[in-house]
């Protein structure tokens, strides 16, 4: 018989650390995939939208004048919004900052 049978094998246990690391690079990851997913979709439909405008503006394609102007208008509202919210995560104020701290208990 081997010497690497199954009760001459030493069980090595992962450290907890290790684990919670690879659950970190696995979020970072998953983040990284759904932001790249998210900002094509949104860069593909505004160049879709300017090319809806400069083709009805050229006359190539017919739109209804207010179907035109409100495609303007939604796509400066999901570019302000999209913005408003990258800018609040980059740069979040004093008041969100400390909601999300835990305060020491008072003595």
């Known amino acids: 018989m081997s010497k690497l049978d199954k009760e001459g094998v030493e069980k090595i246990a992962v450290p907890s650390y290790v684990l919670e690391a690879?659950?970190?690079r696995s979020n970072i990851r998953l983040r990284l995939i759904f932001?790249?997913?998210?900002?094509?979709?949104?860069?593909?439909?505004?160049?879709?939208?300017?090319?809806?405008?400069f083709l009805w503006g050229y006359g190539i394609i017919k739109l209804d004048k207010a179907f035109a102007h409100w495609l303007g208008g939604a796509t400066?509202?999901?570019?302000?919004?999209?913005?408003?919210?990258?800018?609040r995560y980059l740069f979040p104020s004093q008041a969100t900052e400390t909601k999300g701290k835990k305060q020491r208990p008072s003595r």
């Open 35 to 53: 932001s790249v997913v998210l900002l094509s979709i949104f860069g593909l439909s505004i160049l879709l939208t300017f090319a809806l405008i």
């Open 22 to 24: 690879e659950e970190v």
């Open 76 to 87: 400066i509202g999901q570019t302000v919004t999209l913005l408003v919210s990258i800018v």
